[in-house]
Each structure stands twice: as C-alpha cells, then as structure tokens.
C-alpha cells in the first residue's frame, strides 16, 4: 500500500534510502561450503545470518527452507542488516516458531512467506534483559497464512521490542492468539497489512506498550477484538517493569474494519488503555459490539482505562446485529472519554434511528442515519462520493495523517477511512 503522500504520512522505516555494503547470497542449490557469492551460494539462511556483519544484505532465493533462529543479530542505523526474499521463498516453521530473534537491532525482514509454524509464526523479544530491548526492526510484506497449534500461539509476537515497523503485510490464521501481540512494546508503526480470518483477535498492544500507530490496515472478519488498545498482562512481563498502564498511546487511524466481532468481540477494545485514540475508522457491519470500554488487569498500580477518544468514525451496521453500541466494563472511567464527529447509518433501520450509546459522555457534532454513499458497498469499495454527508464533517486532529488510500485529509476533513 506504500506510505503515502510526505506531507501527511507516518513515520519513513529507517531503513528507507539505506544502501548496503555488501551481499550474502543463499539458494537451495546452495552448498555447505558456499562463500555466499551469486556463483557460489550459501545452503542456509542460518549459514548466512552468522556470516552478516553491519551493511549486510542476505538475499535468500526461491524455494522453502526451514526455521530459523537470527541470535541476536545486530546491525547499525546507517548499515543495517536486511534478511530479503528474492523471489517466492517460505520459511516452513513445522518444528516450532517460523523466523525467532532476541535482543536484535537495526535488522530489515522482507518478502518471506512464513507457514505451518507450530508455536509462533515470527517472534521478536528482548531475551527477557528488560533493560535492553530489542529495536529498529522493520518487518515487510511478509506472508503469514497461519501459525499455532491449538495454544496461546500468535502470527506475530513481540515483545520488548521499540521503534519498529510492520508494513504491507498479509496475516492470518493465529490460532487462538493475536495476527500481532504486543507486550512492552514502543514507538511502533503497523501500517499497510491486511489481518484477516484469525481465530480470535488482530493486533493487541499490552504490558506497557506506548506510542504505537495502526495505520491504514484493513482487518476482516475478526472473531475477536480487531484492535485491543490495552490487554491483561502478568505483572512479571511488563516492559517497563514501573509501568502504571497497560498500554498508553495506542492510536487506531484510517483504518477499514469489515465484519468484527462475530464471537464477542469489537472492532476497537480500549481494556486499561490510558489516552488511546481511534479516529476515521470505516467500520462496517460489526457483530455484538462496536466499541468496548473494559479493565481486565485490576492491580491497584494501573489506572483505569480512561481519556480514550472515538471519533470522525464512519459506521455501517445492521442494528440487529449489534447488541449494544458501546460496551463498558467495571473499574473504568468511561466519563473521561469522548464520542463525537462519528457517522451512524444503519441499514436495516429505514427511516429515523438513533444509536443506543449510553455509558460514556453524550455524542457532539455526530451525523445519524444519513447514507453515507459508499462507491460500491457489495464490491468492497468504502471510498465515499463527492456528496457524501461524511464530507468535510470530522473534528480536527494533531498531527494530521493520511486516509486509508494514503491521501491527506482536506481540511475540513471527511469522517471514515478516506477522504472525498
């Protein structure tokens, strides 16, 4: 999906504009005594990985190779180390997590297609040195079609990881984990995937997470919670260790939620999230709930989850599926949120209907049961037209990023994922 235009797009990946030193070349017509040269490849992506120093760029050929664990693989912000898929190349994780690396920096991961992976799919930490995170990781257009068997197992798993990227990327399966499961995670951009047909939730940021964008993703037919802002985290894995939220900062912006929430989900979850955003959102056809204020982790060191906002969301519902609008949680502050520049159409509701919010501060500035002339609903095209009532109705926001087709926003902006 790329960035975007510069003037509204979120943070380049560090990676941008770097170029490489030098090139490992790995094949599966590769041999043990490969020198990595183009003519005389490496066999395995493990060979090359403990040959790469700083400038390193790993170009691993068509075909499938086995899991692979990177150690704690170390580059530097001008000569990072790149793992790249050159051509159709799967790493099959049969004999436990797909692609695993603890306490690495400045490592680029791209292009690969990680399947059957028993425990995780990728997993990223910081070898539990909480004081030396993992950091400066971009991870893109990769291809996870499933990971898990049958535990707690997620498609991407990170924790004590900061300033990282995932972008462009397509995640699935995650049997009964997350498609990305956060734990101490910060400054993070997860923008451009597609998270779709998991068996519980999408993208989950816990355990002291802060600063982290969902930007520009499209999440569909999500079971579970498609964003959970917050979570419920041992108290022994926070990162930091002093943290006093689940998560703080978590920001939900342009993206397309299609379908969330079949099995008691939402589409966003703030759960002890602290100051957490979701704004021009598209959302259509949610199950159960839209909106959930919940506190799942009631040590008295957290603060409840509070100041979240929800607004310049567009909503496409039908009324009998959704049992209530908001749903809101004991030991929360929903008085400290705010409701307001949404649009609310429901379908199956010709005529007047108004949405059932109660629970949190009463809504301002809203557009209710006014069509909001989707460009092809049934075709999946959420774009909105030039007359849409959703144009030029949203509330202003600092700083101001791009709609989900990577434009800016007009000022005034459009409510939903994209701009007119």
Known sequence: MGGGSAACAAPAPFDVGVTYSRT???????????????????????????????????????????AVSLGSLTGTATQPIALVANGAVTINGSTGTGVSMSDGSYVVIEGFTIANSMVHGLNLDDGSSFNTPSHHVVLRRLTIPSAGSGGNNDCIKLSGLDDFWVVDSNVAG????????????????????????????????????????????????????????????GLAFFRPQNATAEARNIRVLSNVFLRSGTNSGAAVAFVGCDGCLAAHNTIIEPNRWVVRILQENTDPRFVASRNGQFINNLIVLNAADVSTIVNVGGNTEPNTFTFGNNLWFALDRPGTWTPPI?????????????????????????????????????????????????????TPASIGAFER
């Open 24 to 66: 490992l070349y790995v094949a599966t017509t590769g041999s043990a005594s490969g020198t990595g040269t183009q003519a005389n490849p490496m066999d395995t992506i493990a060979r090359a990985v403990a040959a790469a120093t700083p400038g390193t760029r790993i170009l691993v050929g068509p075909g499938t190779y086995p």
């Open 174 to 233: 995650c049997n009964l984990g997350e498609a990305i499961d956060m734990v101490g995670c910060h400054r993070g951009v997860i923008t451009g995937n597609t998270f779709h047909d998991v068996v519980g939730s999408g993208v989950q940021a816990k355990g002291g997470s802060e600063d982290i964008l969902i930007h520009r993703n499209r999440f569909e037919r999500i079971p579970g919670r498609s964003v959970n802002a917050g979570g419920s985290t």
């Open 358 to 410: 109660t629970g949190v501060p009463a809504e301002t500035g809203s557009v209710v049961q006014q069509d909001p002339q989707l460009v092809n609903r049934a075709m999946g095209d959420y774009r909105i037209s030039t007359t849409s009532p959703a144009g030029g109705a949203a509330r202003a926001l600092t700083p101001r990023l791009s709609d989900f087709s990577g434009a800016c926003f007009s």
